[in-house]
């Protein structure tokens, strides 16, 4: 089985300066990851996945995350967050060529709050 | 491309009902599966579906069911509600590209069981 870990629940930044949400993840198995995120009384949006190919993957929104295979890691990076990054955001992983493929198993979501 | 929509949005019912919950995909996806959010148990997997079969569950009791039409449209029910089964449910859809697992997911339908 899966698991995955955001060791931050909470994240206080403020508006400009760089953040990092940490996801870890425990697989015996070669797994796909992603980070989702959203904001209030909304459902979760796609922010980038990691498939294969460069372990760096970017958003359109200037965040970035990096696939770590050795440490087990797929931290979200953004160099200057503005006031409308606050949300929270979720890791995930999936096991790909698996009966349960589009199974996603979720860490505990981080709460990023920008503040001006 | 519309993206997935779920209905209702907002649901309240008392314990013992039983609800129905709707979702569309997005257009040509045949998979969709659904989730239940709640703030003590986060983001949980109850069920997959395509064409038309429940391809995977999660560890939910029988009283949460799904199913899926010709279309692709799904819908998931609860019977005999209790007051943990208020939450956000989710529905997503996935292409069924063997090189993609990319869920995208809907607005979700918030539940309150009184």
């Known amino acids: 089985a899966q698991s995955v870990t955001q060791l931050d629940s909470q994240v206080p930044v403020f508006e400009e300066a760089p953040v990092e949400l940490r996801c870890n993840y425990s697989?015996?198995?070669?797994?796909?990851l992603f980070w989702y995120v959203q904001y209030p009384n909304q459902g979760l949006q796609l922010l980038l996945k990691y498939l294969s190919g460069s372990t760096l993957v970017e958003s359109i929104n200037g965040f970035e995350a990096e696939f770590n295979k050795s440490q087990t890691s797929f931290h979200l990076r953004k160099p200057s967050v503005h006031i409308s990054d606050t949300a929270e955001y979720f890791c995930a992983v999936s096991v790909p060529h698996s009966g349960s493929a589009r199974q996603l198993t979720f860490g505990s979501g981080t709460q990023l709050t920008v503040l001006p | 491309k519309a993206g997935v929509t779920q209905t209702p949005r907002y649901l309240i019912k008392t314990r013992g009902q039983q609800v129905t919950l709707s979702c569309s995909p997005i257009s040509g996806h045949r998979s969709v599966s659904w989730y239940q959010q709640t703030p003590g148990q986060g983001l949980q997997f109850l069920f997959e579906y395509f064409s038309e079969t429940q391809r995977n569950k999660g560890n939910f009791p029988g009283r949460f069911s799904g199913r899926q039409f010709s279309n692709s449209r799904s819908e998931m029910n609860v019977s005999t509600l209790e007051l943990g089964d208020s939450a956000l449910y989710l529905c997503?859809?996935?292409?069924?590209?063997?090189?993609?697992?990319?869920?995208?997911f809907g607005p979700g339908t918030r539940l309150t069981v009184l």
């Open positions: 697989s015996s198995v070669s797994v796909y």
């Open positions: 997503a859809s996935s292409p069924t590209s063997s090189t993609s697992n990319t869920q995208y």
